[in-house]
């Protein structure tokens, strides 16, 4: 390529002070490259270019750069526009080929402008993001002899837009791939719905809502889900986000009406950050106990356009809560309430009553003589016997305890003896139905009854009832042909 000084003297100070880089280039060499080939038959330029590397660069000597403005010489490091010339090679190489293929092709097509996007490099070897346009100059359009070329240094734009792909690669990492379930939502229109009813008049909204509960279910209806992660489809049992999108309804229902309620009342009262406990469903119907933690993102505290909801799957610790409830209260072996249970009951039924309040209380017959004969696996099945049949002869608020060993106690609120003695007909006949379920040791109760009157001390109640018990178990034993003075079991 060879250089020269051809422009106008009108436009010498405008072409050298402009602020992007300016190349006066002439391209008539290419245009008589271009009639050779198209004199030997070619049409498809690009196809003839990457079939060989080599006549790209043929165009591109056959180019002459005629003038480059200051501008040009500050962007690619050169002090002269000679040492840039002669180093066209380090500007030009590697992707800029593909794009050079483009601008000659718009060439070729009889546009003549082009722009493109390409990489060109200073001489020391940094890489320079550019746009590159061009065009003919008017008068010049025949031979393509005055081609102006502009460059617009695009670099901090590009670098930038590479950090802001990563941060967003980084983001969407951190969201899809958190420990926890994340929802993306937009509250907007339940913000809109609120202030309704604050521009109303509305001043005490938790009376409000429970007068018209239909609102709360609007409100509900209103949320729009914008994203999830990939940890809620799992804890929701979900195969995709589409589908979990279009099954709400059967994550949010039953229990949750009231926690969302509760919610609302927050964000009337302001709290855009607010936590809770609550309960979802996946969609196979499974239970799902969750800690929410729902917050207004910053910047859309104004609308609620934006609100980030993160639930913890807390089912693990809400069913060993449960079961260690379960355990302060029951009986293991028998599932039957347990004596500390009774205890608390008793005490709660002699304030409260309802009154009467009948006692049964129930030795298992036999219990001693199946350990010493059968072993204790056989005990404990007659023992897991004697709780099902007493837990499915009363009904809530009655209820059924393991007192002792081999005792037993039900409770029976608001019953008189009449009443009583009909439930313990109904454990006779359960008692009858079991032993023809089971072979082996035979179940029986021996029982005694004790109803206690309003005004009334309920532990005297007790006491006749086991005193009833001791007198049946000694007919019992009677009928047994035991010795009612060998231990009881």
Same mark, same amino acid.
């Given at each position: 390529m060879t250089t020269s000084l051809l422009l106008p003297d009108d436009y010498v100070q405008m072409f050298e002070l402009a602020p992007i880089s300016l190349w006066l280039e002439?391209?008539?060499?290419?245009?008589?490259?271009?009639?050779?080939?198209?004199?030997?038959?070619?049409?498809?330029l690009r196809? #003839?270019?990457?079939? *060989?590397? !080599? !006549?790209?660069?043929?165009?591109? !000597?056959?180019?002459?750069?005629l003038q480059v403005n200051r501008r040009t010489l500050e962007l690619f490091g050169a002090e002269s526009m000679g040492q840039l010339v002669d180093k066209l090679d380090v500007v030009f190489r590697d992707a800029m080929f593909d794009t050079f293929i483009s601008e000659l092709s718009s060439l070729w097509?009889?546009?003549?402008? @082009?722009?493109?996007? +390409?990489?060109?490099?200073?001489?020391?070897?940094?890489?320079?993001?550019?746009?590159?346009?061009?065009?003919?100059?008017p008068g010049h359009e025949a031979r393509w002899d005055r081609v102006l070329v502009s460059i617009d240094d695009i670099s901090h734009r590009v670098q930038a837009e590479r950090q802001l792909a990563l941060s967003e690669c980084y983001a969407r990492g951190l969201f899809e791939h958190s420990p926890v379930s994340l929802w993306v939502e937009d509250f907007s229109a339940v913000k809109r719905l609120i202030d309704e009813v604050r521009a109303a008049g509305i001043r005490d909204f938790r009376t409000f809502i429970d007068v018209h509960p239909e609102f709360v279910e609007r409100c509900m209806q209103e949320i729009r889900?914008?994203?999830?992660?990939?940890?809620?489809?799992?804890? @929701?049992?979900?195969?995709?986000?589409?589908?979990?999108?279009?099954?709400?309804?059967?994550?949010f229902r039953d229990d949750m009406r009231a926690h969302f309620a509760e919610q609302l009342i927050d964000l009337w009262d302001g709290k855009l950050f607010q936590q809770r406990e609550t309960v979802n469903y996946s969609l196979e119907g499974e239970t799902v106990h969750v800690h929410l933690q729902f917050s207004v993102l910053p910047g859309r505290e104004h609308d609620w356009s934006l609100v980030l909801v993160s639930l913890t799957d807390i089912t693990a610790r809400k069913k060993a809560e449960a079961y260690l409830e379960f355990l302060g209260k029951h009986d293991v072996l028998t599932k039957?309430?347990?004596?500390?249970?009774? +205890?608390?009951?008793?005490?709660?039924?002699?304030?409260?009553?309802?009154?009467?309040?009948?006692?049964?209380?129930? &030795?298992?017959?036999?219990? =001693?003589?199946?350990?010493?004969?059968?072993? #204790?696996?056989?005990? *404990?099945?007659?023992?897991?016997?004697?709780?099902?049949?007493?837990?499915?002869?009363? &009904?809530?608020?009655?209820?059924?305890?393991?007192?002792?060993?081999?005792? @037993?106690?039900?409770?029976?609120?608001?019953?008189?003896?009449?009443?009583?003695?009909?439930v313990?007909?109904?454990?006779? =006949?359960?008692?009858?139905?079991?032993?023809?379920?089971?072979?082996?040791?035979?179940?029986? @109760?021996?029982?005694?009854?004790?109803?206690?009157?309003?005004?009334?001390r309920l532990d005297e109640a007790v006491a006749r009832a086991d005193a009833a018990m001791y007198e049946a178990k000694r007919q019992h034993f009677e009928s047994q042909g035991h010795d009612r003075r060998q231990p009881r079991g």
């Open positions: 002439d391209y008539s060499g290419v245009r008589a490259l271009f009639e050779e080939w198209r004199a030997d038959g070619v049409t498809d196809a #003839h270019l990457r079939a *060989d590397r !080599r !006549r790209v660069e043929e165009c591109s !000597r056959r180019l002459r750069v097509e009889g546009q003549l402008r @082009f722009s493109n996007q +390409t990489v060109n490099y200073t001489l020391d070897g940094r890489p320079l993001h550019i746009i590159v346009h061009g065009a003919v100059l889900v914008v994203d999830v992660n990939q940890l809620t489809l799992t804890l @929701f049992a979900a195969p995709d986000k589409a589908t979990l999108l279009r099954r709400l309804n059967e994550v039957l309430r347990n004596r500390s249970y009774y +205890t608390d009951e008793l005490n709660r039924l002699q304030r409260k009553g309802p009154f009467p309040v009948a006692v049964i209380i129930a &030795d298992l017959n036999g219990l =001693k003589l199946t350990n010493d004969q059968m072993g #204790h696996a056989a005990g *404990d099945a007659l023992l897991q016997r004697a709780g099902e049949v007493l837990a499915k002869a009363v &009904d809530t608020p009655a209820c059924a305890a393991r007192i002792g060993g081999d005792e @037993f106690a039900v409770l029976l609120p608001a019953t008189d003896t009449r009443a009583a003695q009909h313990m007909e109904q454990i006779e =006949k359960l008692v009858e139905m079991n032993n023809s379920f089971y072979p082996g040791a035979p179940l029986s @109760f021996s029982m005694g009854l004790g109803v206690c009157e309003a005004g009334e």
